[in-house]
């Protein structure tokens, strides 16, 4: 199967809008995925670190090849433990084709986690 650079271009697009929409001293932080949680850019490392991240283009990384696979739940999991302690106007943005089939966890355990 080819490679879609498409999706790529999309969720790059995407990230780039979040960081340029959104006010410059609000604290986010980042999880990119994959097949398995592959960088996690938390609050401190901000959007400097996260901007640098994409403009070396990971979407080259060959482990990004297809058939893709997707692991939103333990990104999801992942992205929760960034959030700790959780607080009123927390919130996650996700990037995702929706699937998983790559994931440790199960869809449950994420809803567990976020109550």
């Known amino acids: 199967m080819k490679r879609r650079p498409g999706k790529w271009l999309i969720a790059r697009e995407a990230l780039n ?14 999880i990119a995925f994959a097949g398995r949680v592959r960088e996690v850019f938390d609050f401190s490392q901000g959007r400097s670190a996260i901007a640098k991240w994409l403009n070396e283009d ?50 449950v355990r994420p809803k567990k986690a976020s109550l």
Request: glycine share 10%.
């Open 17 to 30: 809008d979040l960081l340029a929409e959104t006010l410059s001293d609000l604290p986010i932080a980042m």
């Open 58 to 107: 990971p979407g080259q990384d060959p482990e990004l090849g297809h058939p893709a696979r997707t692991a939103l739940f333990d990104s999801i999991l992942a992205g929760v433990q960034l959030l700790q302690p959780i607080q009123a106007g927390d919130a996650a943005y996700a990037i995702t084709d929706g699937g998983d089939d790559a994931s440790l966890a199960s869809s």
